[in-house]
């Protein structure tokens, strides 16, 4: 049998040659395919050039428009319309800004944003933005490419920042000079507190805040941690931090963290003053006696009443000459009521000129009128401190406001202050010291403001750049 | 010969792949380095954080320096990656500093990023 299969030898080599050519065949095949495979890989890479440099190109023309907005649009309201041709390219951007500053805007945002400072609410106003750009690769548009012409919506928001949650907030002083500014005493913030300038503030030890932020903390800061109100040192929320504002100071960088919101001038729209002049208010001086019955009296000699109770008290500004400020609560039914009665701000400006130096601010009885007190000092002034207090002795007070302090050293008068909780809903913001009562049995709770109503209108507010594709 | 063939084409091939390779990480890394100087960081903080191979590449920053564009002024630095020569065929030290020195790498196109000047002092 085997003999006889050998005869068959011319079909088993026939079936050799033919497994040999299949196998040149197909290795043929594969080696092109490799070599087909580099040479689309080494294409590839090769176009990562044209591709980087386009999508660089589109940031950097972003760039522009983000550099544009802060610059013409964040602190105008003026209309703009503004065309950016990019050095050495081809790319163009065009900038259309409305004419509502953000600080003045009342357009509420037509989707809520739940990250960020505008946690719940604020207002925006928005640009629109468009981007042209050239690609190197190609003289013509083409469509399989992708677009080379962009829309984006930049929305400028702004919003309270004690609303937004930063309940207790140390800005920084307009001038350099060393204040010895402190952060002092026991201190329960239910929410974030944010500390500029740390390495010039000196925190006590009973602050106990829920989180804290440390804007623009770099390696050469020592940083002292703080405890939260579990009393164990927490490490701060620091990053990421978006860029916010409360306004252009006339010496720095709008984004340096100082405050002077009060009465900046300069016909400034975060101007809290400005913005309380357009509403109902009343003007009082402290050299002046005025009761007209509109809940703010004033004796003439330095000494300025506000009812808080009063259904008749509007904004009221006082123009200097104030020794003491006393707030007067509400009691038994109108408390009850006085989250009904409309918010108010109360300033006090004697930046201008002043013939007494304001030295006490009294805070009697306890409020749930939502309220926002503005304190400003003339300058050379502000190294004397504020005394203050809450002089209720209920034990348990409640005081419904948001404080801004500029140039305002505020020292709380510990024989004035009952023993017990003090909460404070609402929160401070301040560039100069804070103390408070080191007392443990005299605590002062700082929450948020849960029902704000119209004090989004009237607190002054933080802003910010969030920017869209915009699709249609 | 045919083994020869195979394998000076194999070893062409996977130097082919090698440097497209290299090429790919350094465009890789100059882009992520130019995004993230966009986004506010140091040259110094983005060359501590991007996971470079320091033997295959090299991360340079210019200083950064400002550039106007009509009414505004931007803050700009150019990006360069310098990919290094092969060492794959070094035998010893000395080899391998000759093999730099006659083969210094290839220096990719520059890139220039802007970024606004808003961040928090």
């Known amino acids: ?472 | 010969m045919g083994i020869g063939a195979v394998l000076s084409l194999s070893h062409g091939t996977l130097s082919q792949e090698e440097v497209t390779r290299q090429l790919a990480r350094g465009y890789c890394f100059q882009e992520n380095a130019a995004k993230l100087y966009y986004l506010g960081l140091e040259p110094e903080e983005i060359i501590d954080l991007l996971p470079l191979d320091t033997t295959e590449l090299e991360l340079n920053f210019t200083d950064s320096y400002m550039v106007r564009v009509n009414d505004v002024d931007v803050e700009a630095s150019s990006v360069s990656v310098k990919i290094k020569g092969p060492n794959s065929f070094t035998i010893n030290n000395n080899l391998s500093l000759n093999s730099h020195e006659k083969n210094p790498g290839r220096d990719l196109p520059s890139i220039e990023v802007y970024r606004p000047t808003t961040r928090l002092d």
């Open chain 1, 1 to 472: 049998m085997r003999f006889k299969e050998y005869k068959d030898r011319s079909k088993v080599s026939g079936a050799t040659i033919l497994m040999g050519l299949m196998v040149m065949a197909f290795g043929t095949i594969g080696l092109t395919a490799w070599v087909s495979i580099l040479s689309a890989r080494s294409e590839q890479v090769r176009n990562y050039e044209f591709q980087i440099s386009h999508r660089i190109s589109k940031l950097n023309t972003e760039s522009i428009i983000k550099q544009s907005i802060y610059d013409n649009c964040l602190n105008s309201d003026k209309r703009t319309f503004k065309l950016y041709r990019v050095p050495n390219k081809n790319d163009v951007a065009i900038v259309r800004g409305t004419n509502g500053s953000t600080f003045l805007s009342k357009l509420s945002p037509e989707k809520y944003l739940r990250i960020g400072h505008g946690n719940g609410g604020g207002f925006q106003s928005s640009v629109l933005a468009s981007i042209f750009t050239k690609r190197r690769n190609s003289g013509n548009i083409n469509l399989a490419e992708g677009p080379n012409h962009f829309l984006k919506n930049y929305y400028l928001r702004s919003r309270s920042p004690i609303l937004s949650g930063d309940l207790l907030v140390m800005h920084k002083p307009i001038n350099s000079w060393n204040l010895n500014r402190k952060l002092f005493g026991n201190i329960h913030v239910y929410g974030n507190s944010m500390l500029w300038n740390l390495s010039e503030l000196k925190i006590g030890d009973k602050i106990r805040t829920a989180s804290y932020a440390i804007p623009g903390i770099s390696n050469d800061v020592s940083v002292k941690p703080l405890k939260n109100l579990q009393d164990e040192f927490i490490a701060p929320l620091n990053f990421p931090i978006k860029a916010h504002t409360t306004g252009i100071d006339a010496e720095g960088s709008s984004y340096s963290g100082v405050l002077d919101v009060i009465d900046p001038g300069k016909s400034a729209p975060w101007s809290v003053k400005s913005a309380v002049e357009e509403l109902a208010n009343v003007r009082v001086n402290g050299s002046a006696v005025y009761n007209r019955g509109r809940g703010v009296m004033s004796d003439g000699s330095g000494i300025v009443n506000v009812d808080l109770g009063s259904p008749f008290l509007t904004n009221v500004i006082i123009g200097g000459n104030v020794k003491e400020l006393h707030f007067n609560g509400q009691s038994g039914f109108v408390f009850s009521r006085a989250d009904q009665l409309p918010a108010v701000v109360i300033i006090m400006d004697d930046s201008s000129g002043s013939s007494f130096n304001l030295s006490k601010i009294y805070f009697h009885g306890k409020n749930m009128r939502r309220l926002v007190v503005c304190v400003k000092k003339r300058i050379d002034l502000a190294m004397y401190p504020v005394d203050y207090a809450f002089t209720d002795k209920s034990g348990n007070t409640v005081w419904r406001m948001i404080l801004i302090a500029e140039n305002t050293h505020l020292v709380a008068v510990n024989d004035d202050i009952a023993f017990g909780d003090f909460n404070l809903i609402g929160g401070i913001s301040t560039d100069r010291s804070f103390e408070w009562s080191n007392n443990i049995e005299k605590r002062l709770v700082i929450k948020r403001e849960a029902s704000p109503g119209f004090l989004e209108y009237l607190a002054p507010r933080t802003a910010w750049l969030e920017s869209f594709r915009k699709n249609n």
